[in-house]
């Protein structure tokens, strides 16, 4: 290895002044030389000083100087000890510290000479800069190491929108990750031109790793549009994108503005192994108001589709319940038990199953008398099994069941077996209906326990009648029926209106609710207000005018159910290449709706009564009837009696005489004459083409 020129030349002149240093006390004690000596080493004695005061200030670089120094102090220490001793010295020690000088100015000065040019050790962060810019640009305020890495290194990135770096601070468990506390470089000059762009750029990472927050002023430093503070976390977000805890999770893909639940925050996550159901909590700020929820954008991020029925939310105030089931809830069948359909104290009974996992209830009675209902569904959507449910549960708490269907079927008429009225046709549904409207006279009339005439209350010992029950299946045709159409939808109008108070409750069954398709909006509102609506799977195109009808509000109106909950059968594009056929779908969705207890419909699955193993064992022993008192009333006024038989005489108003008749009676279709509709029937509505010819006909007397 070459050595350079200096040091060379350097250390010849080491080992020719050793010789002199050793002979010259010993020789010439009085010689110059030895005063030249003293002044060196005074001069190199009073840097090493200076040197050694500059370090207790902080000053970088001093033990070079020291070094450099060294020799000429040790040399004036080599002279004064050879000339305080007798002779050489003791074992010629004069020689050995001239030779031991030399030897030690040929290993300290090539090292003393390297460290002199040499700058200070580069931080962690790129671009070191010369101790000389440090000194000028940084004051030293007794910052730690890593601040003072962290100013060279923003002070070689010329100091981005005019600041300067008053501390830095490392993160805990990241190696790059810190936040440091800037400052304005003009006192009292606000920071302008700072932005995510800028710190990025200096440090080299992406926009989306930095963060600059405002700074509160504090006791002890100012705050203000001077001062920013600015987190780096290039670590901490791709740990956070690769294994996002569940806050973060939820932060960044559920609750993060454009999310399915914006502004939602993540509470707990729940596992029901048992039910095989996630159920995730969430908390929406007060101030903003009711959690807006996409369903769809929800499903996607959950790894599901909505189509499946896997997802369900529940909103309690700003509380959000998702639950995430592994298979749809509502592909499952809840077989109906008479313990499930036995109201309790309060009247209440399990309709079905929420898609939560939540039991469904419904009622026989409210706070204001005896219940109503509404049962919605298309042919083959669950209908007459929903009936039955309601059926059972009115019977097993002792109420008198009536059903009246427009037509026949097989589960309706093993249903009818044990109700204490069942028949078919528009005339029996206004048969039934007479009766009802009259029960409401006779009950209003009768007196209990106390003497006294009371509303009907199930908490009150001593009423003298039972609950009644009445169903009304296919309403809406027996209402459009020409003959007994208006009676019927009149005297429905008018129970459901009255009936409660004397406990008398209609349910009525059917396609639709719709005003236009004949039910009348005060029917309708009676009804919805004293019961628990349940509809069935309907057409995508007519759930939101159903539940319009209903008077649901519009921004609580849900999606249409799906045509299928099980899951789609995978290998189609197997399929298509083979040239086969896709299978079957499967139609599972009997059962399948909507309960809409309070102001937003709850999707539900209700129970399942096998109709063909016997549903005996739902009904109770015996089938409750009216009193004898009631009985002998409706037959005093010619309503009790076989309703299957054709009408009888004078059941709609006196016969005429063939010979009088002026034209105002009309016949029968088995040419019985009758009597024109009673003056409170709908004369004038007229809602399909065969109401109106009907009409005309009578009008004309034509037959």
């Known amino acids: ?130 101790v000389q810019q440090e000194q000028e640009t940084v004051v030293d305020d007794g910052a730690d190491s890593f601040t003072r890495q962290v100013r060279r290194l923003w002070e070689g990135r010329g100091l981005p929108a005019r600041t300067v770096v008053i501390t830095a601070h490392p993160h805990d468990g990241v190696p790059h990750d810190l936040t440091m506390l800037l400052r304005s470089a003009e006192p009292g000059r606000p920071i302008s031109g700072l932005t995510d762009e800028v710190v990025a750029a200096a440090f080299g990472v992406e926009t989306g790793d930095v963060t600059i927050r405002q700074v509160v002023r504090q006791y002890g430093r100012e705050g203000g549009p001077s001062w920013r503070q600015v987190d780096i976390t290039p670590d901490a977000n791709e740990r956070r994108r690769k294994a996002p805890t569940p806050q973060q999770w939820w932060a960044d893909r559920i609750g993060a503005v454009g999310g399915p639940v914006p502004g939602s925050e993540f509470v707990r996550e729940v596992r029901d192994d048992q039910r095989r159901v996630t159920h995730y909590i969430a908390q929406v700020p007060d101030e903003l108001g009711e959690p807006r929820v996409n369903l769809h954008a929800l499903a996607a991020e959950m790894r599901t589709k909505y189509d499946e029925g896997r997802l369900f939310v529940t909103i309690d105030g700003g509380q959000i319940l998702i639950s995430l089931w592994d298979t749809s ?60 449910l309601h059926v059972a549960a009115d019977a097993l708490f002792g109420a008198v069941v009536m059903l009246a269907t427009e037509a026949p079927d097989e589960k309706t008429a093993a249903l009818g077996e044990h109700t204490a009225r069942y028949g078919v046709g528009a005339l029996y549904m206004l048969r039934l209906l007479r009766a009802l409207n009259a029960l409401m006279e006779i009950r209003g009339e009768m007196p209990w326990d106390d003497g006294h005439v009371h509303e009907w209350d199930p908490g009150r010992p001593g009423c003298p009648y039972r609950l009644v029950s009445a169903y009304l299946d296919e309403f809406l045709s027996a209402a459009r029926d020409g003959l007994y159409g208006a009676e019927v939808m009149d005297l429905a109008e008018r129970i459901s209106v009255k009936g409660r108070k004397y406990g008398l409750g209609i349910k009525v069954a059917g396609q639709s609710i719709y005003v236009q398709d004949g039910f009348t909006q005060l029917l309708c509102e009676n009804l919805r207000e004293n019961c628990i609506p349940v509809v069935l799977k309907v057409a995508p195109k007519k759930v939101a005018d159903m539940f319009k009808a209903l008077g649901v509000s519009a921004e609580h109106i849900p999606e249409p159910l799906p045509r299928s909950f099980s899951p789609a059968e995978k290998g189609r594009i197997e399929r298509v290449m083979n040239g086969e056929p896709e299978p079957p779908s499967d139609s599972n969705t009997g059962g399948a709706g909507w309960i809409v207890e ?43 009696f076989d309703w299957t038989l054709p009408p009888q005489p004078g059941e709609f108003g006196p016969e005429p005489d063939d010979e009088d008749d002026d034209g105002d009676g009309y016949a029968d279709r088995r040419g019985r004459a009758r009597s024109p509709r009673r003056s409170g029937s709908r004369q004038d509505t007229i809602t399909s083409p065969r109401e109106a010819l009907e009409a005309l006909k009578h009008l004309t007397g034509n037959r």
């Not at 000339?83 to 020689?95: E, F, I, K, L, Q």
Request: glycine share 10%.
């Open 329 to 388: 809830p509502l592909a499952q069948v809840f077989p109906a038990t008479r313990a499930l359909l036995t109201p309790d104290k309060d009247g209440r009974w399990v309709t079905g199953y929420l898609g939560n996992g939540q039991p469904a209830r419904n009622r026989v009675y409210t706070d204001r008398g005896a219940a109503h209902g509404i049962f919605v569904a298309p042919s083959g959507g669950g209908k007459t099994q929903l009936m039955a």
């Open 598 to 640: 309070g102001k937003t419909p709850d999707v539900l699955r209700t129970l399942f009564m096998d109709f063909k193993n016997g549903i005996d064992d739902f009904f109770p022993d015996t089938v409750a009837q009216l009193t004898d008192h009631e009985i002998t009333a409706l037959e005093e006024r010619g309503l009790w």
């Open 1 to 130: 290895m070459s050595v350079p020129r200096g040091v060379a030349l350097e250390r010849t002149l080491y080992t020719l002044a050793a010789p002199v240093l050793a002979v010259a006390p010993n020789i010439a004690p009085e010689s110059p030389v030895h005063s030249v000596v003293q002044v060196a080493g005074a001069a190199g004695a009073v840097s090493i000083g200076r040197a050694v005061l500059d370090a207790f200030n902080g000053s970088s670089g001093t033990g070079p100087r020291i070094l450099r120094w060294s020799p000429l102090a040790l040399a004036a220490a080599v002279d004064i000890a050879a000339r305080n001793t007798a002779g050489w010295g003791p074992w010629c020690m004069d020689v050995l510290a001239a030779a031991g000088w030399a030897a030690a100015g040929w290993l300290v000065l090539p090292v003393s000479r390297g460290r002199g040019r040499r700058l200070p050790a580069a931080p962690a962060l790129p671009v070191p800069q010369p």
